[in-house]
C-alpha cells in the first residue's frame, strides 16, 4: 500500500468535492496544481479544457509536471503539435511578429531531428494566408482546429507510457476523507475512560480529551493496541455517538476476568496471548478480537520462460483435409477453398524463384488481395478466389522492374501502392489503367510499405536499411524523413534478405522495424527510435500481437520469441519444440502472422512451405511473465 499515493487521492478528491460545494471556497486552482506537482492523476478533461481556450501557457506548464519534451517520442510530439497550433493561429490572424516569436523560440529545438519539417514551417511566412500550402488547405476556423487538435493530443498521450497508466482516478466512495476522520474521532471518543465521554472536538490538531488523565488501566490498554488497526464493519455516519458493541453473555464474563486490575493467574497468561487484539469496553470491560498473524509478501524471482518440449505448449500444422471450425490448435482449421476448386496462384512462369520476394496485401474491406512473387501482379477476390484485372496489372505493371512490396493506399481502397526493384514507390489505380503518380527516394529496393491515417504518413524501407517518412497529399507524396539503420561494423548484408520489414502499432504513431540482426521501434513520423535492440541471431520477421501488447519475432536458427512493447524478452521457444529432429539446415520460419482477435495465438511460415499456429497452454494463459522494469538476467 502505497499511503502517500492514497492520501493525495484523498486531498484531491477533498478540493475537487470542495470546488463543487457552493458553501465552500474555490480550490480550482490548488487542485490543478496538485496534480502536476504531486504526479499520480493526469487530469485530461483539464487539459482539453485549457486547449480549447488557447491557454497554451498553462496547457505546457501542465503537460511539463508530468512529461518533459525530451522523455520519449510520445512527449515530444505533444509538445510539438502544441506549438505548431500556437503558430497557425498566429499565421491566421497576420501576426507576424508572433509567429517568428513562436518559431524562434518554442520550434526552433525540433529542427536538429527535424530539419525538413521545420524549414515547412518557415516557408509558411511568406504566404497571405496559410491555407495556401496543399496540407492545410483545409485548416478550419480556430475552434474547429483546437477540437482537432484536442483529439489528435489524447492519442499520444494515451499512448505515452509516462501518462497513460495516470489518466484514470480511482474509484472512491464519496468524501472519503471526511469519513475516515469522523471514525477516527468516534474511535477516540468510544476509547475514553469517562462514563459519559463529552462529545465536544474543537480541533483535529490533538486527540479527544474530557479533561481527566486516562486511568493505568486505559494507559495500559492503549498501550497493547499501539500499531494495530481495526477495521469496523460499518462506517459511523457524521456525528460523534460511540459506537455500541455487543458482548453475547457466556462471553461477558471471561471479559471481565480479562479486566485489568483484576486478573488471576489463568487471565494473566491469556493476557499475554491477546494483548494486539482485544478492544475496551464500555465500563472497562474488554473485547477479545481474533488474533491476526501478520502476512507476508513471498518475493518472486523473475525467470525468462523457456520452451524446449511438445508438451510446454500448443501448435498445429496445417493440412488441407479438415472440417471447417474455428482456428485454435486444439481444434485444427481449415484451408478454405471455393467450390469451384480455384486457388490463389501467381504467375511465375518468368520467375527466378531463388531471387523473387512474394509479397501480397489484404485490402481494408477484406473483399480483396493483391499479390506477386516478384514478376506479375495478382487481384484476387476473396469470395471466389477469381483474378480480377489480372490482365491491366500485368500489361502497366509488368516487370521489369519487379515487384517486392505491396499495400492498398487507406484513404482510396481501390489504389494500389507498389514498392519495386528500383527503388520506386508507384500507385496504381485499375479501375482506369494507370499509375497516378510514383515517388522516388530510396536507394535501393523497397521492402515495406506502411500508411499511418493518425499521422497522415506513409513509412517505407528500403534493402539497403533506409526508412523514409514521406506525408500523403492530393499531388502524391512529400517527403518528411530519412534515416539509416544502425548496423554493427564489418557485418555483411545480405543481398537477398527480405528485411528490413515493417508492422504499424494500432496506436498508428509506431513502427516496428527489423533488419537481419537488428529489431527497433521507432516513431513513426520524426523517425526517433526508442526501443533499440541488437540480436545475436538474425532474424526473419517480427509483428505485433492484436492488442500490440505482444511482439512475436523469427529467426534463422528456428527459433521464436516474444518480447515486451519494449523489447523485453519474454518468452523463447526453441526450434527443437517444433521442427522435426533433423530438419534441413534451411528450414525456418520465413514469416510470422498474429491472430487478428486472439492476442495469444500467432502462426508461422516455414522455408518448406508449411505453416504453424501457436498458443500457450490453458494453464498459463500467455508467454512467459513480464520481465521487471529493471535490468535483469535471464536464465
Known amino acids: 500500500m502505497d499511503l502517500k499515493k492514497d492520501l493525495e487521492f484523498l486531498i484531491h478528491q477533498f478540493l475537487a468535492e470542495s470546488e463543487s460545494d457552493s458553501n465552500g471556497k474555490n480550490y480550482k486552482e490548488t487542485l490543478h496544481k496538485l496534480e502536476k506537482e504531486s504526479g499520480p492523476f493526469f487530469n485530461l478533461k483539464y487539459f482539453e479544457e485549457c486547449v480549447i481556450d488557447g491557454d497554451w501557457e498553462e496547457v505546457e506548464k501542465y503537460l511539463s509536471g508530468f512529461t518533459k519534451l525530451e522523455d520519449n517520442p510520445y512527449s515530444k510530439r505533444t509538445y510539438f503539435e502544441i506549438r505548431k497550433q500556437k503558430y497557425f493561429e498566429a499565421l491566421d490572424k497576420r501576426d507576424q511578429k508572433m509567429a517568428v516569436e513562436i518559431l524562434k523560440r518554442d520550434l526552433k529545438e525540433f529542427f536538429d531531428t527535424d530539419s525538413i519539417h521545420y524549414c515547412g514551417l518557415t516557408l509558411l511566412l511568406r504566404l497571405n494566408d496559410l491555407r495556401e500550402q496543399p496540407e492545410l488547405s483545409e485548416y478550419g476556423d480556430e475552434k474547429t482546429a483546437r477540437e482537432q487538435l484536442v483529439a489528435e493530443l489524447k492519442k499520444f498521450i494515451e499512448a505515452n507510457p509516462l501518462l497513460c497508466n495516470k489518466l484514470q482516478f480511482p474509484d472512491i466512495e464519496t468524501s472519503r476523507l471526511q469519513t475516515l476522520i469522523n471514525q477516527s474521532l468516534n474511535w477516540q471518543t468510544w476509547r475514553c475512560n469517562c462514563k459519559v465521554p463529552s462529545q465536544d472536538m474543537p480541533t483535529l490538531y490533538v486527540d479527544h480529551s474530557c479533561g481527566k488523565a486516562p486511568s493505568p488501566e486505559a494507559a495500559s490498554i492503549t498501550t497493547s493496541l499501539a500499531g494495530r488497526t481495526v477495521h469496523e464493519s460499518s462506517v459511523q455516519p457524521m456525528g460523534l455517538s460511540p459506537p ?14 480479562l479486566r485489568l486490575g483484576n486478573q488471576t493467574d489463568d487471565s494473566q497468561h491469556i493476557l499475554k496471548e491477546s494483548r494486539l487484539s482485544c478492544i475496551p469496553e464500555k465500563g472497562g470491560d ?20 523457456e520452451i524446449k518440449q511438445p508438451s510446454e505448449f500448443h501448435t498445429l500444422k496445417l493440412s488441407d483435409n479438415l ?3 474455428k482456428a485454435k490448435t486444439a481444434v485444427p482449421p481449415v484451408l478454405w477453398c471455393p467450390s469451384s476448386g480455384i486457388s490463389m496462384t501467381n504467375d511465375i512462369r518468368e520467375t527466378d524463384l531463388e531471387e523473387a520476394l512474394p509479397c501480397l496485401a489484404l485490402s481494408k474491406n477484406e473483399s480483396y488481395v493483391v499479390s506477386a512473387s516478384g514478376e506479375k501482379i495478382s487481384l484476387f477476390n476473396i469470395k471466389n478466389f477469381e483474378v480480377t484485372e489480372a490482365e491491366t496489372m500485368a500489361k502497366f505493371m509488368s516487370p521489369p522492374p519487379a515487384t517486392t512490396c505491396l499495400a492498398f493506399y487507406p484513404p482510396d481502397n481501390n489504389l494500389i501502392v507498389i514498392g519495386t526493384e528500383d527503388s520506386e514507390i508507384r500507385f496504381f489505380d485499375p479501375r482506369d489503367e494507370q499509375v497516378k503518380y510514383c515517388w522516388k527516394g530510396h536507394q535501393n529496393r523497397v521492402t515495406g510499405l506502411a500508411f499511418s491515417t493518425v499521422l497522415n504518413v506513409l513509412v517505407s524501407t528500403g534493402a539497403n536499411a533506409q526508412i523514409c517518412v514521406c506525408s500523403m497529399c492530393k499531388d502524391g507524396l512529400q517527403h518528411l524523413a530519412t534515416k539509416f539503420l544502425d548496423i554493427p561494423s564489418g557485418h555483411v548484408p545480405n543481398p537477398l534478405a527480405q528485411t528490413p520489414r515493417l508492422t504499424l502499432h494500432q496506436n498508428q504513431t509506431d513502427v516496428l522495424v527489423v533488419h537481419e540482426r537488428f529489431i527497433a521501434v521507432y516513431e513513426a513520423r520524426e523517425l526517433n527510435r526508442w526501443t533499440p535492440e541488437e540480436l545475436s541471431m538474425a532474424v526473419t520477421d517480427a509483428a505485433y500481437s492484436c492488442d500490440c501488447q505482444l511482439i512475436y519475432s523469427s529467426f534463422v536458427d528456428g527459433s521464436i520469441s516474444v518480447f515486451t512493447p519494449a523489447l523485453k524478452l519474454r518468452c523463447r521457444i526453441n526450434p527443437t519444440a517444433y521442427l522435426p529432429s533433423y530438419p534441413s539446415l534451411r528450414l525456418h520460419p520465413l514469416a510470422i502472422a498474429a491472430h487478428p482477435s486472439e492476442s495469444n495465438q500467432f502462426a508461422v511460415g516455414l522455408t518448406d512451405g508449411g505453416v504453424h499456429i501457436f498458443e500457450p497452454l490453458e494453464s498459463e494463459a500467455t508467454w512467459g511473465t513480464e520481465p521487471p522494469d529493471d535490468n535483469y538476467d535471464a536464465e
Open 244 to 257: 455500541s458493541i455487543s458482548i453475547p453473555k457466556d462471553r461477558r464474563s471471561a471479559a471481565k476476568q
Open 323 to 325: 472440417p471447417p471450425v
Open 286 to 305: 474488554v473485547l477479545n478480537l481474533p488474533s491476526v498473524k501478520p502476512k507476508l509478501q513471498k518475493l518472486n524471482i523473475w525467470k525468462l520462460k
